[in-house]
Nanobody, 117 residues
Framework: QVQLVESGGGLVQAGGSLRLSCAASGRTFSSYAMGWFRQAPGKERELVARISSVGFTYYGDPVKGRFTISRDNAKNTVYLLMNRLHPEDTAFYYC???????????WGQGTQVTVSS
């Protein structure tokens, strides 16, 4: 069992930056693929970014070039650095983990990100 706890959400003006963190429990963190999803009111949940156990990354089209996912296996933590935020990035952001990039089985409680125009 893996428990995920997100932090770092909040209110920011358009064009600003935020860094989300996700702390994971368990001694097998380094073997897991990690990811971030988001869901805005009235919209479906969408993949924001993911990172494999060996560091390969993938980004959803809306965030390419603006967001960066990274991981620190020594700290059991995955990060999402969000730059040049748009009001459309407003959503609840969830951290996920799984045995591979295509299978995310653990989910955090989420953290709210609100971007004002």
């Amino acid at each position: 069992q893996v428990q995920l706890v997100e932090s770092g959400g909040g209110l920011v003006q358009a064009g600003g930056s935020l860094r989300l963190s996700c702390a994971a429990s368990g001694r097998t963190f380094s073997s897991y693929a990690m990811g971030w999803f988001r869901q805005a009111p009235g919209k479906e949940r969408e993949l924001v970014a993911r990172i494999s156990s060996v560091g390969f990354t993938y980004y959803g089209d809306p965030v390419k070039g603006r967001f960066t996912i990274s991981r620190d296996n020594a700290k059991n933590t995955v990060y999402l650095l969000m730059n040049r935020l748009h009001p459309e990035d407003t959503a609840f952001y969830y951290c996920t983990a799984g045995p591979n990039s295509g299978t995310m089985v653990y989910w955090g409680q989420g953290t709210q990100v609100t971007v004002s125009s």
